[in-house]
């Protein structure tokens, strides 16, 4: 039998020779109880259904798959990447599975869950102050890209410069969303981090129909919606804030800002009630961030309409912020509850 034939024979038993198979095809549910209040259909892209929990699985197994067939990876390589702890949670599965050594350049922010489960896949992690600024040398860009420059044999994935990260949404997310609403999509909500995500798969939907609406959502703290509002990096944006994913203190490559249409800002207290209010009416154990793509739907409710079809983006899943939002000490403390 061909390798094809079989590979698809295995695919339909939901068998799987490794790990990697199982990245894409996430499932898209109904959010019941938002669709009633917002008033139209909204749907939620699950992308906490991929193995490794998050969408950053889908990036991290295209710019890996692109480098290992130009030879930028070679065995043995280490795999170097500053990340907010998805991507590398994402990365060291994949170099569990091929065999390559995971080094993670983290801030200080990051979740004790996700640093805890990035250990547990055998990455190397430096934690690095989150309020350093970008250029500084021991912000966790730089930090990274030292390492990449001192260890031999070592690629460095640069997620927020390497167009390969909206490309793999183009390529995968932004075609499964488009399919699985049978083209009638009309918005897609999403926050920007990166960008990859909602850039990527906006891109393609409105290549597919350009009347699709991309609606970004940024946090206060973050530089982006200003930058997409005036052009101006304004470094006066810069605050700290608790959401984690979304946002940015620099300009990422993947941030295609031509190709969103409106942008809201959420604070980090209604991002998180909104998480925990999915969780109990919802079912779903969603991210920080997914929530905060939730509440943004409230700010844009005056610009959707009864027959509008919404899909909106679920980044990651919530058991990796169990000790923050989930927990009513930690919210407490914040003056969220
Ligand atoms: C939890 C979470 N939400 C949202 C985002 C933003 O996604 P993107 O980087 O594709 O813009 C990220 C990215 O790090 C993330 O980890």
Redesign the pocket.
């Known amino acids: 039998m061909k390798i094809a034939k079989k590979l698809a024979a295995a695919k339909s038993k939901n068998r799987y020779e490794s790990i990697d198979e199982l990245i894409g095809n996430t499932p898209l549910v109904k959010l019941q109880s938002i669709s009633e209040e917002i008033g139209c259909d909204v749907w939620a892209k699950l992308e906490m259904y991929n193995p490794g929990l998050?969408?950053?699985d889908r990036i991290a197994l295209h710019i890996i798959n692109t480098a290992e067939e130009n030879g930028e990876i070679t065995a043995g390589a280490t795999l170097i990447e500053a990340t907010?702890?998805?991507?590398g949670y994402s990365i060291a599965m994949l170099a569990a599975v091929r065999g390559y050594k995971c080094i993670l350049t983290v801030t200080d922010k990051i979740s004790k869950e996700k640093y805890d489960m990035l250990k547990a896949l055998g990455a190397e992690i430096h934690v690095c102050p989150k309020d350093a600024d970008p250029e500084s040398p021991n912000s966790y860009y730089e930090t990274a890209k030292r390492l990449a420059n001192e260890i031999p044999n070592s690629f460095y994935l640069n997620q927020n410069y390497s167009t390969l990260n909206m490309e793999a949404h183009f390529k995968s997310t932004g075609k499964e969303i488009w399919n699985q609403t049978e083209g009638k999509i009309t918005h897609l909500v999403g926050?920007?981090?990166?960008?990859?995500?909602?850039c990527g798969s906006g891109m393609y939907l409105k290549q597919k129909n350009p009347k699709v609406q991309v609606f970004g959502v940024d946090s206060y703290g973050s530089v982006l919606m200003k930058y997409w509002e005036t052009g101006v990096y304004d470094k006066n944006e810069i605050k700290p804030y608790t959401i984690?994913?979304?946002g940015k203190n620099i300009i990422p490559a993947n941030v295609l800002f031509e190709h969103i249409d409106n942008y809201t800002k959420v604070h980090d207290k209604d991002a998180a009630l909104m998480t925990r209010r999915i969780a109990k009416e919802e079912g779903l154990l969603i991210?920080y961030?997914s929530g905060a793509n939730i509440s943004a739907l409230y700010n844009y409710q005056d610009k959707l309409n009864k027959d509008d079809v919404v899909v909106v983006i679920i980044?990651?899943h919530g058991s990796r912020y169990l000790g923050k939002i989930f927990n009513d000490q930690w919210m407490k403390e914040r003056d969220f509850l």
Do not use: R, V, Y
């Open positions: 998050s969408a950053k907010s702890g998805n991507t926050s920007t981090g990166t960008g990859g995500t909602l984690e994913g979304l991210g961030s980044s990651d």
